[in-house]
Structures are given as C-alpha cells and as structure tokens.
C-alpha cells in the first residue's frame, strides 16, 4: 500500500496494521487448535470454525475480518469451536427448526381463523 494512502486511511504508523493481524492470526491458530465441541475429532486449524451459539449475544461480525485481538476474543466468546463438518451439520437443523416453527405458528394462526 502506498505510504500516503496509508496515511490517508487511517494507518499513519508503518507496520501497526501488519502487527496487529499478525498477533491475531497467532490468536486464532492457538484458538482453532482445540477439538471440535460436537465430535470431539482434532483437525488443522484451517477446517475449524466459530459457530456463532442462539443466546449468546446477536453476531455482530464474522471472526475472519476483524483485526484487533479485543475485537475476536469478544466475537470468540460467542461461539463454539466445531469442524466444518459439525458446523454444516449444526446450521442445517437450526434452519430447519425454524422452517418447523415458522410452519407450527402459520398452522395455529390458520387454525383461529377456522373456529367461528
């Protein structure tokens, strides 16, 4: 990047952006390194992914853009570690819940609209 952009764009200290995704890509390595929360199964780093849980905390951002460590330690406390296999897994059955539900309360509301 070119030294007056980076200027410009906010990055007056040569290297400060660089530091920081650095230390966050040690970070999430470290992180990425734990088993799967659902299989249990030990994987490289690059299969793992943070699931964002219900109930947690709304998903403000996808950990992979965020370059401060503060910002992915506070997204990281949001969710689960699992293999992307797990988290296929996972996000299919929570759609399908709510399809069930969606469905569930339509049948209810046609239901009332039956009894007079």
């Known amino acids: ?9 906010g990055f007056g200290r040569i290297g400060q952006k660089r530091a920081l995704t ?6 999430l390595l470290e992180m990425k390194s734990a088993p799967c929360a659902d299989c249990g199964a030990c994987y490289p780093p690059e299969v793992m992914e943070f699931d964002h849980v219900p109930g947690r905390g709304g998903k403000l951002h996808n950990i992979s853009t965020l370059k401060t460590l503060r910002a992915i330690l506070a997204e990281a406390e949001k969710c689960e570690l699992v293999c992307a296999n797990c988290h296929r897994v996972r996000t299919t059955r929570r759609r399908l819940d709510r399809q069930n539900e969606r469905r569930a309360r339509d049948r209810q509301v046609s239901a009332i609209g039956r009894e007079d």
């Open 1 to 9: 990047m070119h030294l007056a952009r980076m200027k410009r764009d």
């Open 22 to 27: 650095s230390q966050s890509q040690k970070a």
